[in-house]
């Protein structure tokens, strides 16, 4: 087994190893899309406590049973037995594994966030710098060829002196994840800015290139609650009588799943837990929970918020996480002193001053949802992590450990904002460079 610091500037004369924790929906996209590159790596091991999700891993990545595992434990009791390992359990989930395998001399693929709270977001940075292991966080944003394109043209408005930024996560997906889902409490996951947007926030950052100082934020669960339950309104939405005119029915959702590809097939395959048929469906409305009514869950996250932030020197960003919207790409628009950068995470429209003219870039990639692959973010995530640990090039990892640990330190300030009413101070980054 090696190591990405072991080997710097000198490419390796195999394909790397991976072992992949939690088959959910990330961690089989994610080694999908590491397996395009079999020159390059090789799934070699899986750890997932769900059966059926674990048998269809194994086949399709044609592991022997002796690789193959029901949780991450059982995994790590072997020792080492792969270069790298992607970890994508739940939330919940990710500082025991990653400081294990640290310790153990892995490479780490984390998927965001980090962990729920941030004295463990911490750990796991403190982790990565006690063994000199490398953690990189899931953060595809920065990734993205949209991304790429737009720091190179930034510098034509001038100096960056504000921001405005829109995350529309789109009403159905917010339903389906927020509401009804495994991220629709904070005690069984973690809150939704940190869920949903610590990926914006991290991207501000990667963006505007300065250092936080000053957060503050405001919002909260406005709509999806007992009291806005329309009258007449059952528990699930398979038995009630005024399904029909709800625009968040489950009922329509996931039967146009089935006949749809894109995000809401996507989130149907999800609420089945794979099979796409009607029996399944029917099965998992009348049964499971995203066939409860949107106003009779047991959801305590906000379905909306505002964050506002004050970076060294001066400049400020204001960004909106909002469900009632679209599912529809981010919006940004940068105000600089020479120009205006408009945003949609395809399409980048420069407005110079003095020419007065607007230059349009098309970036061609479109579909900013995780069904859509994050508009090029995961496939270009996997491309630079897997590189980077064959070839030996350390600077393709655009969202290692400290500045993911900086970045979620803002979100974790924001909530405290938003929770106490106040401004938020942020001290020097705690992990110092090494």
């Keep these: 087994m090696i190591n990405l610091r072991d080997h710097v500037g000198e490419p390796l004369d195999r394909p790397i190893t991976l072992a992949v924790v939690g088959a959910g929906a990330r961690g089989t996209a994610y080694a999908e899309l590491a397996a395009r590159r079999p020159d390059r790596v090789r799934v070699v091991a899986v750890a997932e406590p769900r059966a059926a999700a674990r048998q269809q891993f194994a086949v399709r990545h044609a592991l022997p049973p002796e690789r193959v595992f029901r949780d991450w434990k059982e995994l790590a009791g072997l020792g080492r037995i792969a270069d790298a390992v992607i970890v994508a359990t739940l939330d919940a989930d990710h500082l025991a594994p990653a400081e294990v395998f640290a310790e153990q001399g892995y490479d780490i693929l984390l998927e965001k966030p980090i962990a729920p709270t941030e004295a463990d977001t911490v750990a796991v940075g403190e982790a990565a710098a006690r063994t000199g292991a490398l953690i990189a966080i899931c953060h595809v944003m920065r990734y993205t060829p949209y991304t790429r394109r737009l720091r190179e043209v930034l510098p034509r408005i001038g100096e960056v002196v504000s921001v405005e930024h829109l995350e529309p996560v789109g009403w159905y997906h917010f339903a389906h994840s927020f509401v009804r889902g495994n991220w629709r409490r904070a005690d069984e996951a973690t809150f939704a800015l940190l869920a949903k947007s610590c990926h914006d926030i991290d991207w501000l950052g990667h963006i505007v290139g300065r250092r936080a100082e000053r957060v503050s934020s405001f919002g909260g669960l406005s709509h999806f609650r007992a009291d806005r339950r329309p009258a007449g309104a059952a528990d699930r939405c398979l038995e009630c009588p005024i399904e029909p005119g709800c625009p968040y029915s489950a009922v329509r959702l996931y039967r146009d799943g089935l006949r749809d590809g894109g995000t809401k097939q996507y989130f149907t395959r999800v609420m089945t837990g794979g099979p796409l048929t009607e029996e399944a469906v029917t099965q998992a409305l009348a049964e499971g929970p995203y066939g409860r009514c ?49 945003g949609d995470g395809r399409f980048i429209r420069i407005y110079d001053f003095l020419s007065e003219e607007t230059t349009i870039i098309d970036t061609s990639l479109d579909g900013s949802s995780a069904a859509e692959g994050h508009a090029g973010g995961d496939a270009a995530l996997i491309e630079s992590f897997v590189t980077a640990l064959h070839e030996g090039r350390p600077e ?30 942020l001290l020097d980054p705690l992990l110092n460079p090494s």
């Excluded at 290692?400 to 803002?410: C, K, L």
């Design 294 to 342: 949107v106003y009779a869950s047991d959801n305590d996250v906000v379905d909306h918020q505002v964050v506002t932030i004050e970076y060294e020197g001066g400049v400020t960003a204001s960004f909106t996480m909002t469900a009632f919207t679209p599912l529809e790409n981010r919006h940004t628009k940068l105000f600089g002193t020479a120009g205006q950068l408009t």
């Design 396 to 425: 393709l990892i655009l969202s290692g450990i400290r500045e993911s640990v900086d970045s979620h330190r803002v979100v974790f300030a924001a909530e405290r904002a938003r929770r106490t009413a106040t401004v938020q101070t």
